[in-house]
T-cell receptor, first 113, second 109 residues
Framework: EAGVAQSPRYKIIEKRQSVAFWCNPI?????LYWYQQILGQGPKLLIQFQNNGVVDDSQLPKDRFSAERLKGVDSTLKIQPAKLEDSAVYLC???????????FGPGTRLTVL | EDQVTQSPEALRLQEGESSSLNCSYT??????LFWYRQDPGKGPEFLFTLYSAGEEKEKERLKATLTKKESFLHITAPKPEDSATYLC??????????FGSGTQLTVLP
């Protein structure tokens, strides 16, 4: 069974530029999550989707971050404009439902210069 | 607000030297406590879910236990391939995972 796919794997941008990340979850998984993981810390939830609706985006910096999940499958996370402190690994995860174990993709390492 | 504290931050063991990792938590209405393993450059890999105090789960050299305030991940006779960062997370009434900062385990041959 294919795992969670993410692209790109690495991205380097200048501050104030924009960037987008893509995620394809495990087939059949209704719940999709985006996390931010800063070096030396655990993942922090940014946004959670149930099918194509947002369940929780309380920790998403909405002035610069946006996310959508098209047709309840793939998802994109966008940052515009990027700041230096956005340098981190962005992880996508999916699960059958809210209380089920989450399966993570390999992540996108973002460096903002 | 849910909180998770893991200790130690880093642990170096000789191959075969058993030890335990600690995860202390505060959560409103525990729905589950999760252990994950993360290798460098990869996403976290699911290990265990524990739901109630007294529950235990095992997988190869790993055994996870749960009390009302903390969880332990016991590693018996570790091998170098067990080297990784081990993450603990809780899900409470907010139904979202709150992660600790992890314990970086190094097993020396």
């Amino acid at each position: 069974e294919a795992g969670v796919a993410q692209s790109p794997r690495y991205k380097i941008i200048e501050k104030r530029q924009s960037v987008a990340f893509w995620c394809n979850p495990i087939s059949g998984h209704a719940t999709l999550y985006w996390y931010q993981q800063i070096l030396g810390q655990g993942p922090k939830l940014l946004i959670q989707f149930q099918n194509n609706g947002v369940v929780d985006d309380s920790q998403l910096p909405k002035d610069r971050f946006s996310a959508e999940r098209l047709k309840g499958v793939d998802s994109t996370l966008k940052i515009q404009p990027a700041k230096l402190e956005d340098s981190a690994v962005y992880l996508c995860a999916s699960s059958l439902g809210v209380l089920y174990e989450q399966f993570f993709g390999p992540g996108t390492r973002l460096t903002v210069l | 607000e849910d909180q998770v504290t893991q200790s130690p931050e880093a642990l170096r063991l000789q191959e075969g030297e058993s030890s335990s990792l600690n995860c202390s938590y505060t959560v409103s209405g525990l729905r589950g406590l999760f252990w994950y393993r993360q290798d460098p450059g990869k996403g976290p890999e699911f290990l265990f879910t524990l739901y109630s105090a007294g529950e235990e789960k095992e997988k190869e050299r790993l055994k996870a236990t749960l009390t009302k305030k903390e969880s332990f991940l016991h590693i018996t006779a570790p091998k170098p391939e067990d080297s990784a960062t081990y993450l603990c997370a809780v899900s409470g009434s907010a139904r979202q995972l709150t992660f600790g900062s992890g314990t970086q385990l190094t097993v020396l041959p």
